[in-house]
């Protein structure tokens, strides 16, 4: 069965240093998500991807957080510089197409620690 | 604003026993409706979803939802939960009238079992 795949799975990095995810989504799948899920909470929506472009990245903070999907297939999430508040976990999920009746299928996700 | 509620934020249940989850949401119309499940270590998936039609509506390992406009709930149930139920749940609502579609998430319940 396909799956989403993620990496790093956990990453350690001190505050002010650089942080970088990569997602791998399932082969066809247009729509692409990055959430931020921190403990306690559900997730939250950082960026969308329909494609290449972006769809929505109204709640990325775009002082340090940047997304590309350069392709159109796999994405990578960056974190410059990291701040103790963006401990957490990143998921990314991805979906056929953006209307709800598309499953969105999630990765293991990448636990991030800011120290 | 949109939001989802799920007032428990932990459940526990003896193995055998019945469930039920809660999960009220705020918006004017009615909104389509998700329950995903998170297992330790693993990804989010999707266990049942409710667009239009029977209020009533059946999902994956024996879980099913029942949609109550009157009561803007969303509750999930199931009969009889075997250990391996224990995990995380979470409610989600995508608005129907946004174009993105985007998932708004409740904060999740963690379900423990009693054996």
């Known amino acids: 069965e396909a799956e989403v795949a993620q990496s790093p799975r956990y990453k350690i990095t001190e505050k002010s240093q650089a942080v970088a995810f990569w997602c791998d989504p399932i082969s066809g799948h247009a729509t692409l998500y990055w959430y931020r899920q921190i403990l306690g909470q559900g997730p939250e929506l950082l960026v969308q991807f329909q494609d290449e472009s972006v769809v929505d990245d109204s709640q990325l903070p775009k002082d340090r957080f940047s997304a590309e999907r350069l392709k159109g297939v796999d994405s990578t999430l960056k974190i410059q510089p990291a701040e103790l508040g963006d401990s957490a976990m990143y998921l990314c999920a991805s979906s056929l197409g953006q209307q709800p009746y598309y499953e969105q299928y999630f990765g293991p996700g990448t636990r991030l620690t800011v120290t | 604003a949109q939001s989802v509620t799920q007032p428990d934020i932990h459940i526990t249940v003896s193995e055998g026993a019945s469930l039920e989850l809660r999960c009220n949401y705020s918006y004017g119309a009615t909104p389509y409706l998700f329950w995903y499940v998170q297992s330790p270590g693993q990804g989010l998936q999707l266990l049942l979803k409710y667009f239009s039609g029977d209020t009533l509506v059946q999902g994956i390992k024996g879980f099913e939802a029942e949609f109550k406009r009157s009561q803007s709930s969303f509750n999930l149930r199931k009969p009889s939960v075997h250990w391996s139920d224990a995990a995380e749940y979470f409610c989600?609502?995508?608005?129907?009238?946004?174009?993105?579609?985007?998932?708004?998430w409740g904060a999740g319940t963690k379900l423990i079992i009693k054996p």
């Open positions: 989600a609502v995508a608005p129907s009238m946004d174009s993105n579609y985007q998932l708004i």
